[in-house]
């Protein structure tokens, strides 16, 4: 990481703060970039799993903007989002498969039948063999190399809400179809244009798949994600704030903050 940084060590995990948002951007896109060159020096597919929401959307502007400048090319990338409302249709301009197709995918050479977004069209019948395909793509594809995350205040990652299940319970959690938290639909209610218009489910990546990438890179920037930031570096590892449960693959997790996001680590 190039820009000046703080470094800390929380919950056994790498945690960098960066004066500011534009700066801690970077360094999301620096790690990015560094897990495509490496798979192309190794002559191999890179396979990311991306992130929607506010956060990474200047990540995605970097890339694009270095795939523009010709120094950045996706055409040996396979991507996996990890959620996607349901049920909602691809073209809804709120679907994450669109948020996706403007931020990103229409913006670089990325092809197309590789850049996958859980579908939220498929009949609920068979929503959950949807889910367990998803995963099982994920697989066949070499797994993740990398996974963006953003945390919710709720604390949680993906549509992985806080519940009382157990934490063994917890990390055994596969892609499937979710009830939305009441944090989660209320911070969807701007884009929704009400909190009861908010579409109550989702399809989301489950815990096991997103802990099982080989790094992960979670990015959060604004004081108002320092709450649940430091509840999930510092708190032990409980179901009800799902972040903390990155703290159970700690030595492929890097916290990447701004200082506003960092601003109630001790
Ligand atoms: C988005 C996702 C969510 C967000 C989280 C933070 O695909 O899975 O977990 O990362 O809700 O959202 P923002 O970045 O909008 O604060």
Known sequence: ???????????????????DAEAASLAAVDSL????DTARIRRRRAV??????????PVYAHLVHRHRAGVLSFANVSTYNLDEYYPISPLDPRSYRSYMHRHLFSQVDIAPHRAHVLDGTVPEAFAAAHAAEFDRWIEADGGLDFQLLG???NGHIG????SDLT???ALRLPTRLVELHPVTRADAAREFGGENHVIPRALTMGLAPILAARSIVMLAIGAHKAEPVARALTAPMTALLPATLLQSVADKVTWILDEPAAGRLA
């Open 33 to 36: 970039i560094e897990i495509l």
């Open 48 to 57: 990311l799993g991306l992130a929607t929401g506010s956060t990474p959307q």
């Open 167 to 169: 934490v063994a319970e």
């Open 151 to 153: 945390i919710g205040r």
């Open 1 to 19: 990481m190039s820009v000046s940084h703080r470094s800390l060590r929380l919950g056994g995990m790498n945690v960098a703060v960066f004066p």
């Open 159 to 162: 549509f992985n809400e806080p």
